[in-house]
Protein backbone atom coordinates (compact mmCIF):
# COMPACT_ATOMS: atom_id res chain seq x y z
CA UNK A 1 0.00 0.00 0.00
CA UNK A 2 2.87 2.52 0.89
CA UNK A 3 4.60 1.72 -2.21
CA UNK A 4 1.54 2.18 -4.29
CA UNK A 5 0.98 5.85 -2.53
CA UNK A 6 4.10 6.34 -3.14
CA UNK A 7 3.86 5.82 -6.76
CA UNK A 8 0.71 7.92 -7.06
CA UNK A 9 2.66 10.84 -5.29
CA UNK A 10 5.07 10.64 -7.58
CA UNK A 11 3.42 10.60 -11.03
CA UNK A 12 1.52 13.50 -9.27
CA UNK A 13 4.28 15.66 -8.65
CA UNK A 14 6.42 14.82 -11.83
CA UNK A 15 2.84 15.94 -13.99
CA UNK A 16 2.64 19.18 -11.94
CA UNK A 17 5.65 20.15 -12.38
CA UNK A 18 5.84 19.67 -15.93
CA UNK A 19 2.74 21.59 -15.70
CA UNK A 20 4.79 24.43 -14.27
CA UNK A 21 7.55 24.53 -16.90
CA UNK A 22 7.45 27.84 -18.62
CA UNK A 23 8.96 29.37 -21.48
CA UNK A 24 12.39 29.33 -20.36
CA UNK A 25 12.58 25.79 -19.80
CA UNK A 26 11.08 25.37 -23.67
CA UNK A 27 13.81 27.11 -24.39
CA UNK A 28 16.44 25.22 -22.23
CA UNK A 29 14.46 22.06 -23.66
CA UNK A 30 15.09 23.29 -27.37
CA UNK A 31 18.56 24.15 -27.01
CA UNK A 32 19.46 20.23 -25.48
CA UNK A 33 17.71 18.68 -28.49
CA UNK A 34 19.95 20.81 -30.61
CA UNK A 35 16.65 22.72 -31.75
CA UNK A 36 18.79 26.29 -31.39
CA UNK A 37 16.30 27.83 -34.44
CA UNK A 38 13.59 27.26 -31.69
CA UNK A 39 15.59 28.02 -28.66
CA UNK A 40 17.21 31.55 -29.88
CA UNK A 41 13.67 32.33 -30.85
CA UNK A 42 12.64 32.12 -27.09
CA UNK A 43 15.37 33.84 -25.74
CA UNK A 44 15.13 36.38 -27.72
CA UNK A 45 11.65 37.36 -26.56
CA UNK A 46 12.49 36.75 -22.95
CA UNK A 47 15.70 38.19 -23.26
CA UNK A 48 13.99 41.42 -24.75
CA UNK A 49 11.74 40.88 -21.66
CA UNK A 50 14.93 41.83 -19.27
CA UNK A 51 15.02 37.76 -18.28
CA UNK A 52 18.75 37.41 -17.14
CA UNK A 53 18.72 33.99 -17.42
CA UNK A 54 17.65 34.32 -21.27
CA UNK A 55 19.83 37.25 -21.82
CA UNK A 56 22.77 34.45 -20.83
CA UNK A 57 21.88 31.59 -22.32
CA UNK A 58 21.48 34.19 -25.70
CA UNK A 59 25.01 34.70 -25.03
CA UNK A 60 26.27 31.26 -25.03
CA UNK A 61 24.58 30.48 -28.19
CA UNK A 62 26.52 33.32 -29.65
CA UNK A 63 29.72 32.70 -28.15
CA UNK A 64 29.46 28.62 -28.83
CA UNK A 65 28.21 29.64 -32.57
CA UNK A 66 25.04 27.19 -31.69
CA UNK A 67 22.60 27.47 -34.62
CA UNK A 68 23.99 31.19 -35.54
CA UNK A 69 27.36 32.26 -36.62
CA UNK A 70 29.76 32.41 -33.47
CA UNK A 71 30.03 36.38 -32.79
CA UNK A 72 31.88 36.91 -29.70
CA UNK A 73 30.58 41.03 -29.59
CA UNK A 74 27.10 39.53 -29.41
CA UNK A 75 27.91 36.94 -27.16
CA UNK A 76 29.45 39.94 -25.30
CA UNK A 77 26.21 42.15 -25.66
CA UNK A 78 23.67 39.66 -24.10
CA UNK A 79 26.50 39.04 -21.13
CA UNK A 80 26.94 41.83 -20.30
CA UNK A 81 22.50 42.74 -20.10
CA UNK A 82 22.54 39.36 -17.52
CA UNK A 83 25.80 40.16 -15.86
CA UNK A 84 24.30 43.44 -15.13
CA UNK A 85 21.46 41.82 -13.18
CA UNK A 86 23.79 40.04 -10.92
CA UNK A 87 23.75 36.88 -13.05
CA UNK A 88 27.78 35.34 -11.77
CA UNK A 89 27.94 33.03 -14.60
CA UNK A 90 27.70 36.08 -17.03
CA UNK A 91 30.07 38.31 -14.87
CA UNK A 92 32.46 35.28 -15.32
CA UNK A 93 32.00 34.63 -18.98
CA UNK A 94 32.92 38.84 -19.58
CA UNK A 95 35.79 38.29 -17.21
CA UNK A 96 37.41 35.12 -19.54
CA UNK A 97 36.27 37.60 -22.41
CA UNK A 98 38.28 40.55 -21.31
CA UNK A 99 41.05 38.29 -20.44
CA UNK A 100 41.20 36.65 -23.95
CA UNK A 101 40.22 39.27 -25.58
CA UNK A 102 37.72 38.01 -27.35
CA UNK A 103 34.80 40.24 -29.10
CA UNK A 104 36.25 43.02 -26.69
CA UNK A 105 39.14 44.54 -25.71
CA UNK A 106 41.59 42.92 -24.11
CA UNK A 107 42.02 43.65 -20.25
CA UNK A 108 43.17 42.47 -17.13
CA UNK A 109 41.79 45.05 -15.63
CA UNK A 110 38.41 44.78 -16.86
CA UNK A 111 38.75 40.65 -16.45
CA UNK A 112 39.84 41.27 -12.43
CA UNK A 113 36.74 43.93 -12.54
CA UNK A 114 33.87 40.86 -13.20
CA UNK A 115 36.25 38.11 -11.99
CA UNK A 116 35.80 39.76 -8.63
CA UNK A 117 32.23 40.72 -9.17
CA UNK A 118 31.10 37.12 -10.39
CA UNK A 119 33.10 35.82 -6.99
CA UNK A 120 30.95 38.64 -5.12
CA UNK A 121 27.45 36.73 -6.60
CA UNK A 122 28.86 33.64 -5.93
CA UNK A 123 30.69 31.86 -8.72
CA UNK A 124 33.58 29.84 -6.91
CA UNK A 125 35.60 29.40 -10.17
CA UNK A 126 36.05 33.53 -10.49
CA UNK A 127 38.34 33.16 -7.52
CA UNK A 128 40.96 31.44 -9.06
CA UNK A 129 40.69 33.17 -12.31
CA UNK A 130 40.43 36.41 -10.50
CA UNK A 131 43.91 35.56 -9.03
CA UNK A 132 45.39 34.38 -12.41
CA UNK A 133 44.53 37.85 -13.90
CA UNK A 134 45.89 40.10 -11.11
CA UNK A 135 50.11 37.98 -11.45
CA UNK A 136 49.50 39.48 -15.35
CA UNK A 137 48.88 43.17 -13.90
CA UNK A 138 50.84 45.55 -12.30
CA UNK A 139 50.05 47.46 -8.62
CA UNK A 140 48.28 50.17 -9.88
CA UNK A 141 46.34 48.15 -12.61
CA UNK A 142 45.42 45.87 -9.57
CA UNK A 143 44.26 48.83 -7.34
CA UNK A 144 42.04 50.18 -10.55
CA UNK A 145 40.54 47.01 -10.96
CA UNK A 146 39.85 46.87 -6.93
CA UNK A 147 38.56 50.39 -7.08
CA UNK A 148 36.24 49.80 -10.03
CA UNK A 149 34.75 46.81 -8.47
CA UNK A 150 33.65 48.23 -5.24
CA UNK A 151 32.15 51.50 -7.70
CA UNK A 152 30.33 48.54 -9.84
CA UNK A 153 29.15 46.78 -6.69
CA UNK A 154 27.61 49.90 -5.02
CA UNK A 155 25.84 51.29 -8.23
CA UNK A 156 24.86 47.64 -8.12
CA UNK A 157 26.20 46.43 -11.45
CA UNK A 158 25.34 49.18 -13.59
CA UNK A 159 28.22 51.66 -15.79
CA UNK A 160 30.53 49.06 -14.66
CA UNK A 161 33.27 49.54 -17.61
Not at 92 to 104: E, H, I, S, V
Request: glycine content about 8%; aromatic content about 10%.
Amino acid sequence: MKRLLLTAMTALLLSVSAAWAGPFEDGVAASERGDYATALRIFHSLAAQGDAEAQFNLGVIYFDGKGVPQDYSEAAKWFRLAATQGNADAQFNLGTMYAKGQGLVQSYVHAHLWFSLSSFSGNANAVSSRQLAAKRMTAQQLEQARKLARECQQRKFKDCD
